[in-house]
């Protein structure tokens, strides 16, 4: 009987799944978010799944959460350095680095997240990503539903935060805990019950969800039920990484990062978030405080020095702080997202 010798390596080919020989690179992604909370869950991972999808399985992509690779505040440092290819950023954990960006931050701009995310990639893209984040592919914003301020007792009105200590959601919100003769704790989102339970803190801004996705229904059950502000956070891509990629394969990239997809891994954290809220209304332990509209104005009031304050360390960068600003708004207005 004659024989037939095959080679090993044609043979394991053969016998391999037809996803695993046509991929072509594995990215990294690190973000700091527990895996199993729902920006994890409801937007980076769905995003990864629907690019490796969408390529066939030429491109892989290998999630590291919680911290694991770097610190939160280290994550833009880390996707632009190559330590890893892809990272999920908080613009707001670096003071002053990125300040066009930073008007996303400021309260009261914008009251729906869906259409708050498509309307900050669109005008970011245009206005500052080029400026500020030029040395990484930006591909999604990812702001939670409009964020909340929890606290251990009643807050209605701006001069409630006088003498209080809040952990803020970014750097924008501790300038203005400051503005309101509050003390300012900055813990990454991770560390905030620690800060809590320890007395550090009494009060947070931060979205619906974090609530029962950080435990801490006990530690701050007091919540002022208006929307306040966003946190807006920014998958970013090494640009090596993205540049080594075949034509086809950026193809997908730029597929998954636009407008569109920003919207959509927004959504899920909006369902999240609003889930979460009506969990905690239905909860005896927690107390909803409503404000009047004339407290409410005195939200909006107390804030507008951050707008001025933006402007002037925008304009300091030699931009127009006007245009931009202008453009903002218009970009909130054309999603129906604006306050």
Known sequence: MKKTHVALGALLAALAPAALTAQEVTLRLSHW??????????????????????????IQIDIYPAQQLGRAPDHYDMARDGIVDLSYVNPGYTAGRFPI???????????DSVGGAQAIHEWYAEYGAEQEMGDVKVCFVHPHAPGAFHSQVDVTSPDDVKGMNVRPAHATMARFVSLLGGGPVQVPAPEVREA???????????????????????EVPVHLDMPFYLSAQVLVMNESSY???????????????????????????????????????ADDSQTFNTPTE???????????????????AVSAKGHDADAILAAYKEALAKYDADY
């Open 196 to 218: 809590l339970s320890k007395g550090t803190a009494e009060a947070v801004t931060f979205p619906w969800g974090s609530m029962y996705d950080f435990n801490l229904t006990d």
């Open 294 to 312: 004339e407290e409410v104005q005195a939200w909006i009031d107390a804030a507008a020095p951050l707008t001025e304050e933006w402007k002037e």
């Open 101 to 111: 960006y930073a008007l996303t931050e400021v309260p009261f701009m914008a009251d």
């Open 33 to 58: 978010v527990p895996p199993t909370i729902s920006p994890a869950t409801k937007g980076i991972q769905p995003w990864a799944e629907s690019v490796m999808e969408a390529s066939d399985g030429r």
């Open 243 to 281: 540049e080594s990629l075949s034509d086809e394969n950026k193809a997908v990239i730029d597929d998954h990062c636009t407008p569109e997809w920003s919207g959509r891994v927004a959504q899920g954290w909006y369902d999240d978030d609003m889930a979460a809220k009506e969990k905690l209304m």
